[in-house]
């Protein structure tokens, strides 16, 4: 009875799975897709969930993060596409990858460097790499109780030397060359790996910076350095807080920033503001691609160590019931 129930159970899922795919592909065929409708636009690019350099999409059983390889694409595409006469970005991030969040913030250059205004709408939280990403725009929009800034970079690792040996489990780890087992979590790191990690830390820390500095130079108001290192903190303030210190220029929701990108682009009251490539229908269904997902935890134990490791450098906020990874 139990084998019978589990069978039908499959069926349904797999039966359901078809109708719906089915489903999106008489909606889209017969009333079009959402994004990519041609003509002279303003483009809407979306920032949702932790920044990543995968190139993962969309998932209906929950966010798969900002693909840095789909969204820098859609901002190249945008500097090249003369139809477009500018990019509204709508972030809503903690943050993530600190590579990846530097290939959208070169994405945002390469859109201003075609001279085309760029518009940031903030949403409930652009942290970190969410902030780094929003300093190249040209004007940056934030509600009161958004939270941003948190400018800074965390490498967090695990440690369970004491538990394995509680347990009796021995590592066998086997390498040349003297650091390359740094990280490991069977032991404790020691004080020349732990003093080359924060150099690297403090590295990236500085690039941040300066991303910052050389996007706020140009804002509104502009930000001196001692400014923009004064909070530089990893401190997380509201949008009003920002506000006060120069991180963000003017308190507002999408509407607004849809009219401040409208006047900029020197574009009338109506002209259309459309979002940009919409995920494919597997994707949207599945929250997989070809090329591998954030989400997959198989997949993350599959990395190599040196690209975990890359990966692990995170401009993200700290807050737990911010940061949801």
Not at 91 to 96: A, E, F, K, L, M
Not at 193 to 211: K, P, T
Not at 246 to 269: H, Q, T
Request: with cysteine; glycine share 10%; charged share 20%.
């Amino acid at each position: 009875m139990r084998n019978q129930a589990v069978k039908a159970l499959l069926i349904f899922l797999v039966v359901f799975s078809c109708i719906t795919l089915a489903g999106k592909v008489f909606a889209q065929s017969w009333f079009g897709s959402s994004g990519n409708s041609g003509g002279e636009r303003i483009s809407l690019i979306s920032v949702e969930g932790a920044i990543s350099g995968s190139a993962a999409t969309a998932s209906p059983f929950g966010e798969a993060g900002a693909s840095s390889m789909v969204i820098a694409e859609q901002l190249h595409s945008a500097a090249r596409n003369n139809e477009i006469k500018g990019v509204l970005l709508r972030v809503n991030s903690p943050g993530g990858s600190a590579a990846a969040s530097d290939e959208i913030y070169q994405g945002v250059m390469a859109v201003r460097n075609a001279g085309k205004p760029v518009v940031v709408s903030m949403g409930d939280v652009a942290a970190s790499g969410g902030y780094y990403i929003s300093a190249a725009a040209d004007k940056i929009y934030a509600n009161g109780a958004t939270l941003t800034g948190s400018i800074g970079v965390i490498f967090s690792l695990m440690n369970w030397e004491e538990l394995a040996d509680k347990w009796g489990v021995d590592d066998v780890t086997i390498h040349a060359g003297e650091y390359k087992d740094i990280g490991s979590p069977w032991r404790q790191m020691t004080a020349p790996e732990r003093e080359m990690m924060q150099e690297l830390l403090d590295d990236v820390h500085e690039e941040f910076m300066q991303a910052v500095i050389a996007g706020r130079s140009s804002a509104p108001n502009p930000m001196t350095e001692e400014q923009v290192r004064s909070a530089a903190t990893g401190m997380i303030y509201t949008g009003t807080k920002a506000k006060e210190l120069g991180l963000v220029d003017e308190i507002g929701g999408l509407e607004v920033a849809k009219a401040e990108i409208r006047k900029m682009a020197n574009v009338g009251a109506d002209f259309p503001i459309e979002p940009d490539a919409v995920p494919s229908l597997l994707e949207e269904l599945f929250g997989l691609s070809m090329q591998g997902s954030t989400g997959n935890p198989l997949a993350g134990m599959l990395r190599e160590p040196l690209s975990h490791l890359a990966g692990s450098l995170f401009l993200n906020s700290t807050l737990r019931d911010i940061v949801i990874r």
